[in-house]
């Protein structure tokens, strides 16, 4: 399994068998969109910086809660709230589990809903954790630290982060890797086995080759 980081919320995942998913594809935000191609295209809700379906060749899209399966990929929808008033304020948003050659990758979307045993319980374990970070439309640093302490993935990755060029206004992610102290750096996640022991936090750069 690869994982690579096209921005904001957006990833690609591509498997050993060579299906390919791209996770929350964003419109116009100040950075660009890789023009990748993929297999499925997942959208955690309908806001403009999570919903470019058409800025990839995709002939599935997944926008709803529920269980699916693409190309050998177990794929599960958890409704989730999108702010800390039980969705009042901006609605719901969908975190998206996918399951392939023994790991599982957790996508948080734009989930601002607060850790709580509930909400763990719902989304369950994960081995990678993918979990954004920058405040206000979303949980941030403190809020995903107490995510990183519930859910203990063997690897977990900030998005949805404040970068130079970006237009939404979210905070960076120095504030949220300050309360970690093993934090590597990476341009692309490869994994061929399943991760195991303490929580690793991987800052990955953005990949902004066209593929």
């Not at 990929?73 to 039980?86: E, F, N, P, W, Y």
């Not at 990183?148 to 949805?160: D, F, L, Q, Y």
């Amino acid at each position: 399994m690869k994982i690579q980081y096209l921005g904001h919320s957006s990833f690609l995942l591509t498997f050993e068998e060579g299906t390919r998913i791209v996770t929350d594809p964003f419109g116009d935000v100040g950075i660009p969109l890789p023009h990748v191609r993929a297999d499925a295209v997942t959208v955690s809700h309908s806001h403009y910086d999570h919903c470019n379906v058409g800025g990839v060749r995709a002939p599935v899209v997944l926008r709803e809660e529920g269980v699916f399966d693409v190309g050998g990929v177990h794929i599960t929808s958890v409704l989730c709230d999108h702010d800390d008033a039980g969705g009042r304020k901006r609605g719901k948003t969908l975190a998206f589990r996918f399951e392939a050659e023994g790991i599982s990758v957790l996508h948080l979307g734009d989930i601002g809903e607060p850790c709580s045993s509930n909400v763990l319980k719902r989304l369950g374990r994960a081995d990678v954790l993918l979990l954004p970070v920058g405040g206000n439309y979303t949980i941030g640093a403190r809020e995903a630290k107490k995510y990183v302490e519930g859910m203990r993935p063997a690897i977990c990755v900030p998005m949805h982060y404040k970068v130079k060029g970006l237009t939404v206004d979210i905070s960076g992610a120095e504030e949220f890797l300050s309360l970690f102290g093993n934090t590597k750096t990476a341009q692309t996640l490869a994994l061929s086995e399943r991760p195991e022991g303490e929580t690793q936090i991987i800052f990955m750069e953005r990949t902004c080759d066209d593929r």
